[in-house]
């Protein structure tokens, strides 16, 4: 039953939106995509509030072992 209606649905021209994957992009990838940007973006503007932080603890850092190598 199920393999004649999609036979029918399939002669009639009507094709599921999310099943229809012609060419080289289809609408998961697209998606797939988009949410890998959102991502990245979050993950940008966490580190941006960070950054400065991040880089003035890890310059005293090297700063202290060189003190430390030349003494």
């Known amino acids: 039953m199920e393999k004649q ?20 992009i289809g609408v998961k990838q697209i998606a797939g995509t988009v949410a890998v940007i959102v991502i990245i973006g979050l993950v940008i503007t966490a580190v941006q509030g960070n950054l400065t932080e991040w880089i003035d603890q890890i310059w005293t850092l090297f700063i202290d072992q060189i003190k430390k190598f030349t003494e």
């Open 5 to 24: 209606l999609k036979k029918a649905a399939k002669d009639s021209g009507e094709v599921s939106f999310w099943k229809e994957e012609r060419g080289d």
